[in-house]
């Protein structure tokens, strides 16, 4: 599952701070690995939210499991971050 699982975030998003210790948590419990893009200052990494988002969130935190196309907007309590992950 090597990169299914992004992470879209900003260096200064309040929200996308709250979810760190949940992706942390995620990650060391399951056993998973989410990979971080940075897009408020990473202009390549806006452009691939931009193209999975759809406009269906329009902001981060933003998370997406290319395994199963599911995506996840905003900040989420750690049980539906979990089941996105394993893809439930």
């Known amino acids: 599952m090597v990169d299914d699982l992004l992470f879209f975030t900003g260096i200064e998003c309040t929200h996308c ?3 760190e210790p949940l ?5 060391k419990e399951e056993g ?3 990979k971080k893009l940075e897009v408020w200052h990473n202009a390549e990494n806006a452009k691939i939210l931009q193209s ?5 969130c329009g902001g981060i935190p933003f998370f997406y499991n290319k395994k ?14 979990k ?5 439930k």
């Not at 992706?23 to 990650?27: F, N, S, Y």
């Not at 999975?52 to 269906?56: E, F, N, S």
């Not at 199963?68 to 971050?81: N, Q």
């Not at 089941?83 to 893809?87: D, E, K, P, Q, R």
């Open 83 to 87: 089941s996105w992950a394993l893809g």
């Open 17 to 19: 701070h709250e979810m």
């Open 32 to 34: 998973v690995k989410l």
């Open 52 to 56: 999975l988002d759809k406009g269906y």
């Open 23 to 27: 992706v942390q948590k995620l990650e």
């Open 68 to 81: 199963t196309g599911k995506w996840i907007c905003g900040a989420v309590p750690y049980e539906r971050l």
